[in-house]
């Protein structure tokens, strides 16, 4: 295995472009990543999005769970790792990574593969982009690709938690007329060396099995909290199939409402915490934000407010809601505004973090 600590060494002297930069040494550390990614590129076609082909006659999973995955090395493991320990009949699962062009540096499908050979009764597919298309792009792969009767979303650097996966079969047991679930999580914010410094559970209530707080008042876009039939994202040659934005970041807020407003059946919350997001400085899309993704959001809204015309059977009562939703984007810009100002502080003092412990490091490697 590669030493993380000199990979880490070598990428953060490349950016930095360091004019005492040993090109040799890199040059061979390169090489290295070649080789494992020719070893990952045997399990990809040569189309544009790779596809892999289904054994015939074999029973659709009952979940799908879609895995957006950019330089995600670091983290990639403990998400796969959250999927091996639930409890699920073999078929009863696949995994859908996709790969959304990381850098070359970055070894997450290596690690993606060398973990689906440790794990063999694991349906696991890596899919790879042939350019960015962002995380929503990335999730179109996945759904354009999935065969589960249900759809689970999940960021490469989050995990489920123990028992998720059971808890959500027994929902779906008790709910029978029920199509899309709305589910609990926990919050855990971490420092810049990986410590975790707040967890707080968020359990899914009440409130949020109402179509008036999902379409017209749900400021909360992450995706990742619903868990829903297949059926309503439809199918890739469908003309109403209900995708994700491209290439930006809000691109899950229009797709969410969409969601809820094409479900004409009862919402059910689970109390239950499905699963963990971590929230760390600079490294979630939070973390990222600046005064330009702003433009984002208002074309998240802007989709919204489409959906009247746009969305099939949409009733007097959704169209109303969405119409209402209006006022929840000065709220939400603020928020924004805020974030990418305390973001560009964090930025600051983090870049002074990282030549001190670049340094330290360098010196420990005798480099």
């Known amino acids: 295995m590669l030493n993380d600590k000199l990979i880490n060494v070598y990428r953060n002297k490349y950016k930095r472009g360091n004019k005492t930069f040993q090109l040799e040494s890199f040059d061979e550390y390169l090489e290295i990543i070649k080789t494992k990614q020719r070893e990952v590129d045997m399990y990809m076609n040569e189309d544009t999005i790779n596809k892999q082909k289904e054994a015939p006659n074999k029973k659709n999973p009952t979940f799908s769970i879609i895995i957006p995955m950019k330089n995600a090395d670091k983290w990639i493991n403990d998400a796969l790792n959250s999927i091996a320990i639930q409890e699920f009949e073999d078929k009863d699962i696949e995994v859908l990574v996709i790969d959304d062009n990381s850098d070359y540096t970055d070894i997450s499908k290596y690690r993606v593969n060398s973990w689906k050979t440790d794990h063999p009764n694991i349906n696991l597919k890596l899919f790879q982009s042939r350019e960015s298309v962002g995380p929503g ?20 650097d989050d995990k489920l938690n123990e028992n998720a996966l059971s808890s959500i079969k027994r929902a779906i047991q008790e709910n029978p007329d029920t199509d899309i679930f709305v589910l609990g999580y926990q ?108 433009e984002s959001l208002n074309n998240g809204y802007y989709e919204i407010a489409n959906l009247k015309e746009s969305e099939p059977d949409i009733n007097t009562k959704d169209k109303m809601y969405i119409d209402a939703r209006k006022a929840t984007l000065i709220a939400t810009s603020t928020w924004v505004i805020q974030k990418a100002i305390r973001n560009r502080l964090d930025r600051i003092k983090q870049k002074k973090q990282e030549e001190k412990q670049t340094l330290k490091e360098e010196m420990t490697l005798g480099m």
Do not use: C
């Open 137 to 156: 792009g990335a999730r179109n792969i996945g759904l354009d690709n999935a065969k589960g009767e249900y759809i689970l979303f999940l960021d490469a």
């Open 187 to 294: 919050l855990t914010r971490r420092d810049e060396h990986g410590k975790d410094n707040f967890t707080m559970n968020l359990p899914a209530k009440k409130l949020q099995e109402s179509r008036l707080f999902q379409i017209g008042a749900n400021t909360a876009g992450q995706i990742w909290n619903v868990f829903a039939k297949r059926s309503l994202f439809g199918e890739k040659e469908d003309k109403y199939k209900i995708r994700f934005r491209e290439n930006t970041i809000f691109e899950d807020v229009d797709t969410k409402v969409n969601l809820f407003v094409r479900n004409k059946r009862k919402i059910k919350s689970i109390e239950e915490m499905i699963h963990t997001q971590y929230s760390r400085k600079l490294g979630t899309m939070a973390g990222r934000l600046t005064l330009k993704d702003l």
